[in-house]
């Protein structure tokens, strides 16, 4: 299996690497450390710095039980520093559900846009997106924060986040977006519980039979700091499961993916090298076994 490219972004040979910029004061593992613009911006140079191929800018919380902002505030927050980045030579993604935040963001430089609500948040987004002509991730979503989790329920979640990620797709197209422009998400996290998270890392496969790139996102999620409780059986902290992020991106690397997006982006670099050069040998060795 080869990587799959997606026009504009960057084609190193191997799984790409998303580094977070959460510009917000409430995001689940890190609000409030980078929601000062300067800071933000100092914070993306440096995860290029340390490998990351894409910087991931949001300016709206969308941790369980979060409340929206309001579109000015988000766009107070997020254009400044996706100019900076952008000026600087960054390719970077904004992360938003709101069509007019994408298309500033656009406008200040962003070569991607990442929507966790895959357009269902805001209906124009699709139309924004196809005259903008760049990447769109199309993520697996049911509803927003304020109630995601009553909807975390499925009789076989790869089957069904499968088959609503086909229908967001179909809507999309209509729109005018390209096939080659979209890229997938499943989610994890919105609206599945710890046990959906891991059937849909164990489908990775069928989620890639869908046809477009995948982008995976476990960094820190609940899921991982349940899975490695302390002593006393409380969770991990959210940056105590940055070891465990570690190795689902060399899994998600290894059975495909197209980008993982991560809070600590140096050892997650190493792991998709680590993961391209073994995809590589079992290449080489499945060739020599012909």
């Excluded at 929507?115 to 209906?123: H, K, R």
Aim: charged content about 25%; hydrophobic content about 40%; glycine content about 10%.
């Amino acid at each position: 299996m080869t990587t799959r490219s997606v026009p504009g972004m960057p084609e190193p040979g191997r799984c790409l690497v998303m580094g977070v910029v959460n510009v917000t004061p409430d995001s689940f593992s890190d609000g409030g450390h980078w929601f000062d613009p300067d800071v933000a911006i100092r914070h993306g140079l440096d995860l290029v710095a340390e490998g990351a191929d894409i910087v991931d800018v949001g300016g709206e919380s969308t941790r369980p039980g979060a409340a929206r902002v309001p579109l000015d505030e988000e766009l107070r927050r997020v254009e400044p520093v996706i100019r900076a980045l952008s000026q600087e030579g960054v390719t970077v993604s904004v992360d938003t559900m709101r069509a007019e935040v994408a298309e500033a963001a656009v406008g200040a430089g962003a070569q991607l846009v990442n929507d966790v609500s895959g357009g269902l948040a805001d209906p124009a987004m699709p139309r924004v997106v196809a005259a903008s002509g760049v990447p769109y991730v199309v993520m697996h979503w049911r509803g927003h924060s304020s109630d995601m989790d009553n909807r975390a329920i499925y009789s076989d979640v790869v089957t069904e986040v499968c088959e609503e990620l086909r229908k967001r797709v179909d809507s999309v197209l209509a729109e005018g977006v390209r096939e080659d422009q979209i890229v997938l998400d499943p989610g994890l996290g919105f609206s599945k519980q710890a046990e959906h998270n891991w059937s849909l890392l164990a489908g990775i496969g069928a989620l890639n039979r869908l046809g477009h790139p995948l982008l995976i996102g476990a960094s820190r999620k609940r899921f991982l700091g349940r899975l490695l409780p302390g002593p006393d059986g409380s969770p991990r902290p959210f940056d105590g499961s940055d070891d465990a992020t570690l190795a689902v991106t060399a899994l998600a690397a290894q059975a495909g993916a197209w980008c993982v997006r991560v809070h600590k982006v140096a050892p997650n670099a190493d792991a998709v090298r680590v993961a391209a050069a073994w995809r590589a040998a079992a290449g080489r060795h499945t060739d020599e076994g012909r």
